[in-house]
């Protein structure tokens, strides 16, 4: 009877170191697993006092790239709007007011003489830089887009084609395309950006240069594709040169921003606005107020980000600003 009830003893007490090693397996288990998945989100003080959460994982197009975001350029459907030609209007100075290149008024409109525009003369004025190609026999997408540098899937989209088959003798736009002698005249027809025509969107204090930094959110050295300019919340934002405004909207990173076009393969972005106040197409001048400064997006206080690209890569904004 003794020897029995030892046994039993014996196995119960291994049952229990059994059981307990088991548990204190699966919560080794679960504890790893809960750490896999789960997000750390430190909390950042902004310069304005008030504290917002950060998200450690974030893919930033503003501190790690040089390229312009891919969504802001993305294909568009041509779309045109009118202008009447008014007295002293030369083309150059009538495809700057809508951010376009001079061989772009010249070939939608198929003007003969650029010096003797005719006054009250109605122009079609399309929503994107390109040229007119009358389709040859044996041409595709491809090779158009290979002639011109430009993309087959941006001329499909443009002109709102169904597929790839193109007809002879039919007009296509080729999106970003120039009139092969422009460059030879470049007085007369193509309007460029000098180092005094960038005016500055807002008066502030600059508190981020374009270049490598330490990002604030990260701690990791990063590349910086514009300036930070500290400013009140609701101070005034005006374009930097006239343009048309090619999209608005709200970024994860930028928060509320503008883009604007303008000629010779410019575009200009104005980030972190409290609220933008324009519309895509609209034309503007560099006293147009397109927004006013906020704390929207990936921001660390009231600040206008602003960049500048040159043909789709980030410049130096302070090598263009007077």
Sequence with gaps: MLVVFRKFALTNAALKVLSAALIFLL?????????????????EESMGGRESAVTVEIASLETEGLSEPEEFTQPRMLLFSSYTV???????EIAKKFGLSASTVISVNNIKNTRALQIGKVLRVPNQDGVFYTVKRGDTLSSIAAKYKSDSG??????????????????????GAIIPWEDEQPQQLQPRIAGDLLTWPIRGRL??????????????RSFHDGLD??????TPIKAALAGRVQSVGYDNV???FVIISHASGYRTLYGHMDSYDTRPGASVTADTVIGYVGNTGQSTGAHLHFTVYKNGSSVNPRSLLR
Aim: hydrophobic share 30%; glycine share 14%; net charge positive.
């Design 27 to 43: 919560s080794i288990l679960l504890l790893a697993g809960q750490g896999k998945s789960a997000k750390v989100t430190p909390v």
């Design 86 to 92: 008014q007295q002293g209007d030369v083309t150059g």
């Design 154 to 175: 941006k001329i499909q989209v443009a002109n709102e084609l169904f597929s790839d088959k193109i007809n002879p003798n039919t007009s296509l736009f080729v999106p």
């Design 207 to 220: 508190t981020s240069y374009y270049g490598y930094r330490r990002s604030p959110f990260t701690g990791g």
């Design 229 to 234: 300019i500290a400013a009140p919340t609701g």
């Design 254 to 256: 930028y928060g509320n």
